[in-house]
């Protein structure tokens, strides 16, 4: 009988050996879902992180490109209403060497007066043009 006894607890001692040995699969399946939320977590967190360093990037991009717009932009306008302040004086100067003559022209009127209305004439003409120049330059600024 001792021989019974000896089998029975050795093969007692190996079922509780295989069974320690195995990890619940409860344990394994926690294991592994916290390893999945982790991974999850971190990959949600670099994506923000990229998206924030992308969203920075473009954001400078943007600021340095409306910078040198703006500042092309303004040289355009200062360069157009200069151009345009040299056309104005020069009108303005050709309308009072117009006005000038006119005055002269109606001083010695015998029997010329065509050529007053012709001046006078190329004198609204001028005026016109100033006016026009005048409303393109208000609308630049």
Same mark, same amino acid.
Request: proline fraction near 1%; charge should be neutral; hydrophobic fraction near 40%.
């Given at each position: 009988?001792?021989?019974?006894?000896?089998?029975?607890?050795?093969?007692?001692? /190996?079922?509780?050996?295989?069974?320690?040995?195995?990890?619940?699969?409860? &344990?394994?399946?926690?294991?592994? &879902?916290? $390893?999945?939320?982790?991974?999850?977590? +971190?990959?949600?967190?670099?994506? *923000?992180?990229?998206?924030r360093?992308?969203?920075?990037?473009? /954001? &400078?991009?943007?600021?340095?490109?409306? +910078?040198?717009?703006?500042?092309?932009?303004?040289?355009?306008?200062?360069? $157009?209403?200069? *151009?345009?302040?040299?056309?104005?004086?020069?009108?303005? +100067?050709?309308?009072?060497?117009?006005?000038?003559?006119?005055?002269?022209?109606?001083?010695?009127?015998?029997?010329?007066?065509?050529?007053?209305?012709?001046?006078?004439?190329?004198?609204?003409?001028? @005026?016109?043009q &100033?006016?026009?120049?005048?409303?393109?330059?208000?609308?630049? @600024?």
């Amino acid at each position: 009988m001792q021989s019974n006894i000896q089998t029975t607890a050795a093969s007692g001692y /190996e079922r509780s050996a295989r069974k320690a040995a195995k990890p619940p699969i409860a &344990l394994l399946v926690t294991a592994w &879902l916290i $390893l999945i939320a982790g991974g999850a977590a +971190g990959m949600v967190w670099y994506t *923000g992180y990229i998206q924030r360093n992308i969203t920075t990037e473009i /954001e &400078l991009q943007t600021a340095a490109r409306i +910078g040198t717009m703006q500042a092309d932009y303004i040289a355009r306008i200062e360069q $157009l209403e200069t *151009g345009l302040q040299a056309e104005i004086s020069q009108i303005s +100067g050709k309308v009072d060497s117009l006005n000038e003559l006119l005055t002269f022209t109606k001083d010695n009127a015998n029997n010329k007066t065509d050529n007053s209305n012709k001046l006078y004439t190329q004198i609204n003409e001028v @005026k016109k043009q &100033l006016d026009e120049l005048k409303k393109n330059l208000d609308v630049l @600024k």
